[in-house]
């Protein structure tokens, strides 16, 4: 004969409390369950039943009816476990920092994970969990550029006031070169991962097939690129550059031209071409401070577009790509836009330990 469920004695709070819960959408579903084998139980079904209904075993059903008669609605949670011994305590972790400001071992440059774990002889995982949640990035590394010039502020705020309130009557662009630019023959294409992904490919081998040096000018206003490509990058190739820029910029009467220049020593000491245009004015930015210099977001965008990854099998084709690319480039030209930043000594640390010093 089937056996009928002990009666449960219960007061009006608590078969309240366990409606509420059994019909919660937000409450976890053990606990829904084990609120409507109670509320079962309450009902007076016998036990074989209850556990048919819910797909439980009987002995299930009985567990959590004598854990509500004995302790009421809070029986229903799970009872604290005494769990593992923590192994990887405050300790652990002081102890983890403190080697992290250590030399790294074996001549390594810094350290990684592994290296950390073996070192401690401690769990590559428990130390992988504990850099993750302190937001230790061991293998990313950033590069910073700090200007020591000690006209930093005044030279930066020349500039920065060329971008945004250039003078009336005024052309302002910004110059530099990219020396050296190789031309790498080389066989590209595509290739099928294992994954079955189409990837571009490049041949790891390639010839060298000579070099050129590129002038470029960004006009600041219109985003219109002027450039020259050279066999060298003497003071003499940067002021023919100027001669052919200035030809090929507007000209009216009264117009100036302020360039905005790196310190390279060619770009210096050009006083007798200066003289002889009294109407072009050269900016210098600071030393250490390229990012002032708009031109170079160009020359990055050349990089990644015609540059990078690239067959030319003569210097000709070099410079042949890099005037199309710019001739297409002028067709939908756009000045970039200047955005204020805070510009602050290095934030760099030598050690973990000082870090918020």
Known sequence: MARKAKVVEFNEDAHRELMRISSSQKAENRLVRR??????????????????????????????????????????????????????????????????????????????????????????????????????????????????????????????????????????????????????????GVVKAPNGKVQSAIKSTYKRNGTKNLFAALEVATGTIHNKVTDTKKRVDFLDFMDDLLDELPSHEGVEYHAILDNYCIHKRCDEWLTAHPNVFFHYTPTSASWLNQVEIWLGILTRKVLRGANFENTADLANAITKYTEHYNTTAKPFIWKKREVSGSQIKDTLSNLSG
């Open 35 to 188: 609120a409507r084998i109670v509320l079962d139980c309450m009902e007076g079904k016998q036990i074989i039943n209850i556990a048919a209904e819910l797909g439980e075993q009987p002995d299930v059903i009985i567990k959590w009816r004598d854990r509500f008669i004995q302790n009421g609605v809070d029986g229903l949670k799970d009872a604290p476990r005494s769990g593992k011994p923590v192994t990887y305590g405050e300790e652990w972790q002081k102890v983890v920092l403190e080697k992290l400001n250590e030399k790294p071992p074996h001549g390594l440059a810094r350290w990684d994970g592994p290296t950390l774990a073996r070192e401690l002889n401690t769990s590559e995982d428990a130390v992988q969990r504990f850099l993750q949640k302190q937001g230790i990035q061991l293998a990313r590394m950033r590069t910073w550029c700090v200007s020591t010039d000690p006209e930093f502020a005044q030279k930066a705020a020349d500039i920065v006031g060329l971008y945004l309130n250039p003078p009336k009557n005024a052309i302002v662009i910004s110059i530099d070169e990219k020396p050296s630019i190789q031309a790498l023959s080389r066989t590209i």
